[in-house]
């Protein structure tokens, strides 16, 4: 009797053995799936997945095996990595030389510094600020990126948490936060700027030419950057003459233009006087250049005397009757 309990004690033992050896030598990768590496590959979660690296993964594709970069970065992983996984989890592959590598791209949405300048300004005037004003952040190359998504599928959207502008200065410190982490803050420091809006140029006009209505669109400017002498209204500009050449998108000083040059300087000008009695006309040569209304110096071309007359037209002046003028 105790043979027999023996024995059957040791049937139990080795086939338990058995059973044991078996489910070790079990691959959990499927062995006779032919597996490629994927070389580069672009991810949207904070890890990185057994099947996104390594195409005929099997079941275990889901399998997490490296955290993925952080949104808008890359992570390489080498030959030699590649390999100590692909061997945990027995997947017919091996690296063909030591170069073979996977590059990991993390998806981002990326916010540029406009977007962020727009959302301080929309906090900004939420809070009782002057709705033309602007806000700049000091940080000329700031670009934020922002998670594709996360682990419960709701997309991160940047906001403000606080905001902070000094009343004398402009100055303004601010945090702005997405998602839940506690890295995803950032505290960002700018000015606020009040803007103004100015009529400038739309394209070059050359020196002499007349400037248009067509040629004007209005531009919002900071005001401290604004020159003391800049033109703020259009109709100061409009049937001006460019005395130099004037570049678009720029303020326009009173001392950039000037009224149309009506008499040239040494050319021939029709002098007019008129009296109750007669009116007499006459050639001269302008000594001097005038646009509508001023008083240049003419040249009488018969006698050689010269007068002071009135600008009214081109080519035209007028001379008054309290001028001497021998117009013979």
């Not at 996104?52 to 095996?65: L, P």
């Not at 703020?232 to 004037?246: C, E, H, Y």
């Not at 003419?298 to 007028?318: C, E, F, K």
């Given at each position: ?13 080795l086939?338990?053995?058995a059973?044991?050896?078996e ?5 959990i990768g499927?062995?006779k799936?032919f597996?490629?590496?994927t070389?580069?590959?672009?991810v ?7 099947g996104?690296?390594?195409q005929?993964a099997g079941?275990y594709a889901d399998r ?5 970069p952080?949104?808008?970065n890359?992570a390489?992983?080498?030959a ?6 692909a ?7 091996r ?21 962020i300048?727009?959302l301080l ?8 600020g ?7 952040v000091s940080?000329?190359?700031l670009r934020?990126?922002l998670p ?13 948490e606080?905001?902070?502008?000094e009343?004398?200065t402009g ?7 997405w998602?839940?982490?506690?890295d995803d803050?950032?505290r960002?420091a700018?000015?606020?700027e009040r803007?103004t ?5 739309s394209?070059r ?23 003391r002498?800049?033109i703020?209204?259009?109709d100061?500009i ?5 005395k130099r ?6 303020p326009i000083a ?5 009224r149309p ?7 021939t000008?029709?002098m007019m006087?008129?009296?109750p009695?007669m ?8 000594l001097?250049n005038?646009s509508?209304?001023d ?5 009488n071309l018969q ?7 009135i ?7 007028r001379?008054?009757?309290t001028?001497?003028l021998?117009m013979?």
């Amino acid at each position: 009797m105790k043979l027999i309990t023996y024995i059957i004690a040791a049937l139990m033992l080795l086939s338990t053995s058995a059973l044991a050896a078996e489910a070790a030598q079990e691959p959990i990768g499927d062995i006779k799936t032919f597996v490629t590496l994927t070389p580069e590959v672009t991810v949207d979660e904070g890890v990185v997945r057994l099947g996104e690296i390594f195409q005929g993964a099997g079941k275990y594709a889901d399998r997490v095996v490296a955290y993925a970069p952080q949104p808008g970065n890359r992570a390489v992983f080498d030959a030699r990595w590649l390999m100590r996984v692909a061997a945990a989890y027995k997947l017919a592959w091996r690296p063909g030389s030591t170069t073979d590598r996977v590059v990991i791209d993390r998806a981002s949405q990326v916010i540029n510094k406009n977007d962020i300048e727009e959302l301080l300004q929309q906090r900004y005037i939420e809070e009782g600020g002057e709705p033309s004003s602007r806000t700049i952040v000091s940080n000329r190359d700031l670009r934020l990126h922002l998670p594709t998504n996360t682990a419960n599928g709701i997309v991160p959207m940047l906001n403000v948490e606080q905001m902070n502008v000094e009343a004398d200065t402009g100055r303004f410190s601010a945090v702005v936060a997405w998602g839940n982490g506690a890295d995803d803050r950032m505290r960002l420091a700018g000015r606020v700027e009040r803007m103004t809006q100015v009529p400038v140029l739309s394209e070059r006009v050359m020196r002499g030419e007349i400037i248009d209505e067509a040629n004007i669109v209005w531009q919002s400017l900071p005001e401290t950057r604004l020159p003391r002498t800049a033109i703020t209204d259009m109709d100061m500009i409009v049937g001006m003459s460019a005395k130099r050449s004037l570049t678009p998108g720029t303020p326009i000083a009173a001392t950039d233009v000037r009224r149309p040059l009506l008499v040239n300087r040494g050319e021939t000008v029709t002098m007019m006087l008129t009296t109750p009695a007669m009116q007499l006309t006459a050639k001269g040569r302008a000594l001097q250049n005038g646009s509508i209304g001023d008083v240049v110096r003419i040249s009488n071309l018969q006698t050689n005397t010269v007068v002071d007359a009135i600008v009214t037209g081109p080519g035209q002046a007028r001379v008054e009757t309290t001028v001497n003028l021998a117009m013979r």
